[in-house]
């Protein structure tokens, strides 16, 4: 047996217990993403966590186990693999077992730790990563306190505080 699957199993448990929730270092999935940018950040963030992070396929939302088809685990599989090799910087190292919990067969994905940090999307600096996420949020921000309209947009810094614009 993998080393790292014995770990990954606990996790789940300890994730499937009342109140269900995911946790930082495992994510549940009924099926590969077609949002391969939000995939991706995926890899990155458990590539970035100490000891890395695991995605569980097979398990719903409200995490239920429900299993994941054979077919799915090869196109699952080089689909992540090729994602961690070519939109990574650097490349990370993934692992995979299929492990039957319960009646469902599922799918385990290890995404290890990256000895070089930080793992991040080939073509952006950790800036420019990090500029686009906190605008994201703060917009995001804004519409919610605002009943959701799309209010005018003012960017801030990573300290909260309004960037000067050129007018």
């Known amino acids: 047996m993998k080393a ?45 966590y100490p000891g890395g992070g695991f995605l ?20 699952t599989i080089n689909q992540l693999a090729s994602l961690g090799r070519d939109a990574l910087e650097p490349p990370i190292t993934l692992d995979h077992a299929i492990e039957t ?11 290890k730790e ?19 996420h906190h605008t994201k949020l703060t917009e995001k921000g804004r519409r919610q306190k605002e009943g959701g309209v799309k209010a005018p947009f003012t960017p801030v810094n990573h300290r909260g505080r309004r960037e000067a614009t050129e007018t």
């Open 4 to 48: 790292w699957l014995d770990k990954a199993k606990e996790l789940l448990e300890a994730s499937l217990k009342p109140p269900r929730h995911e946790l930082n270092e495992l994510d549940w999935k009924t099926a590969i993403s077609q949002d391969k940018k939000r995939l991706t950040e995926h890899l990155s963030a458990f590539a970035n």
């Open 56 to 75: 569980v396929f097979g398990v719903d939302q409200s995490g239920l186990p429900v299993g994941f088809a054979e077919a799915q685990v090869v196109t």
């Open 101 to 111: 919990y319960g009646d469902s067969r599922l799918l385990f994905i290890h995404v």
């Open 114 to 132: 990256s000895s070089v940090k930080p793992v991040h999307l080939r073509g952006k600096s950790l800036a420019q990563e990090f500029r686009g």
